[in-house]
């Protein structure tokens, strides 16, 4: 079954503007972690942020925020104030306690200038 | 955070041939895993490579097909055997350098990808 989806395939936003990308998670597991990879056009994955499922707060990177809601299992990350740069494939992925990072389809972010 | 290094970054194979991809890690590692990523889609977890042990495969993927060895903490290799057109792909190769259990925010790295073409 899966477990992690990601139902934005593409997304597009207007430089300087925030945008949200989705993320919704299974697990049984009480314990575990939820990430969010970024792919550019180069093909290297870039670790933006980290969230454990015992974390009181949302996590937070410089522009990056993961707007974490436990009960629903959702995990989106939040870009604040989006640069051209920023245009690229981000990758929402779990890690259960066995440790292995299980990923999500991926959403292609564009921003306009 | 540790540094991976893969290689080769790139082959083009022929279809039959087997080829087997390096990586390197510059710090000793508890965890080391291999990634597929075929053209446009997401990462799929084909194996954890288990240091002196037989690499634990996931579902669809067998150790004929992709033989893996981890000789030691900062080293392992995937060998894609008998290849056709379907195993282009990139792969990649990653470490955790936390343990088996959960804790923090241990992060996976990954290195640059090997990236395959099977004519």
């Known amino acids: 079954a899966q477990k992690i989806t990601q139902t934005q395939p593409g997304m597009f936003v207007q430089e300087k503007e925030a945008v949200t990308l989705d993320c919704t998670y299974d697990t049984s597991d009480p314990s575990y972690g939820l990430f969010w990879y970024k792919q550019p056009s180069s093909g290297e994955m870039i670790f933006l942020i980290y969230q454990g499922s015992y974390d009181q707060q949302n996590a937070t990177e410089g522009r990056y925020s993961l707007n974490f809601q436990k009960a629903r299992k959702s995990a989106n990350l939040v870009i604040s104030a989006s640069q051209l740069g920023d245009s690229a494939m981000y990758f929402c992925?779990?890690?259960?306690?066995?440790?292995?990072?299980?990923f999500g389809q991926g959403t292609t972010l564009q921003v306009k200038p | 955070s540790a540094v991976i290094s893969q290689k080769p970054s790139r082959d083009i194979c022929q279809r039959g041939t087997s080829l087997t991809i390096q990586c390197q890690v510059d710090?000793?590692?508890?965890?080391m895993f291999w990634y597929r990523q075929q053209p446009g889609q997401s990462l799929t977890l084909i194996a954890t490579?288990?240091?002196?042990?037989?690499?634990?495969?996931e579902s669809g993927f067998v150790i004929d097909k992709f033989p893996i060895s981890r000789p030691n903490l900062t080293f392992s290799t995937l060998t894609v055997s008998n290849m056709s057109p379907e195993d282009s792909s990139i792969y990649l190769c990653s470490a955790f350098e936390g343990g088996p259990g959960y804790s923090g925010a241990n992060v996976l790295t990954f290195g640059a990808g090997s990236r395959l073409t099977v004519l």
């Open positions: 490579a288990n240091q002196g042990s037989e690499a634990t495969y």
């Open positions: 992925a779990m890690r259960e306690d066995g440790g292995k990072l299980i």
């Open positions: 710090s000793q590692v508890t965890m």
